[in-house]
């Protein structure tokens, strides 16, 4: 007889097994490749950070510090305490005065001065880009001395474009109306409200009073807003005032800057109502040289006094004023946003990183729809760089056709690294990349 199967089956309550929750890692592979080039980019961050930082510290080093030992040695031995002595001391000299350039052959003599690597990157600079026609200026801002002063015009290089006043200065001409409005009066609390006015001023918008946007002085000048600077023109300014403050700023026959014959051009300063808010907003017809731009960045960097371009290096500076001290502050700061969050804004940006690093920089661009020559685009940058103690000053245009690959803020960031930071521009004809493609295509046409 067989047995029942009852005794075999287990009656004793069973415990649950807790299942364990899916990680995130499990259940989200690809958190695992965010994660990852969150902390890659995390490390490079702080890699490009601590560079930075090494790069200005070399830079800002003033040299070893003496020991007291030290200072007390070289005090019996006649050295000063705080300086190593020089194997050999130069012995100071009493330069003479300098005299103000007048001809252009003078100036060229002038050349042998400049920094021949600045000058061989900026020639490279135009050249790769195959620039129809610009130029570029950098002036040491407290000196007056010339460190690369190149051109090019039909397809080679010619420095008489950095020398020659042939386009207007379009809205560059607006540090001269903003000096003008700041001598006057206006504070940096007065706002205009306004709509459009992107490339023209009409009568319309001259007199309308309301709008979306309001802009004060800083953020018009940054901006690059025409309308706010016209109807300030029209309500603050008279062609008497704006013609004088020109001349300050060394246009006009006077040629106050004392720049060769055809560096400096003569503003119209038409008496019109619309025509003279225009020729305040830049609209006028005002030429401008890359020399003289340099030179006018050079003023406001400089505190207000513009330091003459020198036939020597060895020579003295001569500063001719012409702005004040608090107007060249407000202007500088005006400068610096354009760099910071107005016109030149993109243009100074790199991998959407500052292109100038902790440096900064300031400055005014300019462009121009040029009607005489159909299809060419004009830009300019005039400005100085680091942002405070600003060391070199910088002017650059540049003549496009429908087709463009670079523009004067470009140039003129690209100089100041040089000068400043001891980079070379990218060079497109030299990349491997770029000419093994076009070697493959040029063959393949073949």
């Not at 010339?146 to 020398?163: F, I, K, P, Q, Y």
Request: glycine share 8%; with cysteine.
């Amino acid at each position: 007889m067989k047995r029942p199967l009852s005794h075999m089956i287990d009656h004793a309550p069973r415990k649950r097994v807790k299942q364990e929750k899916p990680s995130l890692f499990s259940v989200l592979p690809w958190f695992r490749i965010v994660l990852g080039a969150l902390m890659l980019f995390a490390g490079y961050s702080l890699g490009r950070g601590a560079l930075s930082w090494a790069h200005e510290t070399v830079q800002n080093w003033e040299g070893p510090k003496l020991s007291e030992e030290a200072k007390a040695f070289l005090m019996l031995e006649g050295h000063a305490a705080d300086t190593i002595p020089d194997e050999s001391p130069v012995p100071e000299k009493n330069e003479p005065a300098i005299q103000p350039l007048v001809k252009k052959s003078e100036f060229s003599k002038s050349m042998a001065g400049q920094d021949p690597r600045l000058v061989q990157k900026m020639r490279w600079l135009l050249d790769d880009y195959e620039v129809p026609e610009g130029a570029v200026v950098v002036l040491h801002a407290n000196t007056g001395d010339v460190l690369a002063a190149v051109g090019r015009r039909n397809g080679r290089s010619d420095v008489g474009a950095a020398l020659e006043a042939k386009w207007p200065a379009a809205s560059v001409f607006k540090m001269v109306t903003a000096s003008a409005l700041l001598e006057e009066g206006l504070g940096q609390g007065e706002k205009v409200c306004f709509n459009g006015g992107l490339r023209k001023v009409t009568k319309k918008q001259l007199d309308q009073r309301k709008g979306a946007r309001c802009s004060n002085i800083l953020t018009a000048f940054a901006k690059s807003q025409n309308i706010p600077f016209a109807r300030w023109t029209d309500q603050k300014l008279n062609p008497n005032l704006l013609q004088e403050e020109a001349l300050l700023w060394g246009f006009g026959d006077a040629n106050r800057f004392a720049l060769p014959n055809g560096s400096y051009g003569t503003p119209t300063i038409p008496k019109e109502r619309l025509s003279f808010a225009q020729t305040g907003a830049g609209f006028g017809d005002v030429p401008l040289s890359p020399i003289h731009g340099a030179m006018m960045a050079a003023a406001v960097a400089n505190g207000g006094s513009v330091p003459m371009p020198k036939l020597n290096a060895t020579q003295e500076p001569v500063y001719l004023p012409v702005l004040s001290e608090k107007g060249a502050a407000t202007l500088q700061k005006a400068m610096v946003q354009t760099v910071s969050k107005g016109s030149a804004r993109r243009a100074f940006r790199e991998r959407r990183r500052p292109a100038m690093g902790r440096l900064g920089a300031g400055g005014k661009t300019g462009s121009l729809f040029v009607e005489s020559r159909a299809g060419m685009d004009l830009t300019w940058f005039v400005g100085f760089a680091p942002a405070k103690n600003p060391k070199v000053a910088v002017a650059a245009y540049i003549i496009n056709g429908p087709k463009w690959r670079i523009r004067a803020p470009y140039v003129a960031r690209e100089a100041m690294r040089a000068a400043l930071l001891n980079t070379s521009p990218y060079r497109p004809t030299q990349d491997p990349l770029l000419v093994k493609k076009k070697t493959k295509t040029r063959s393949a046409a073949r």
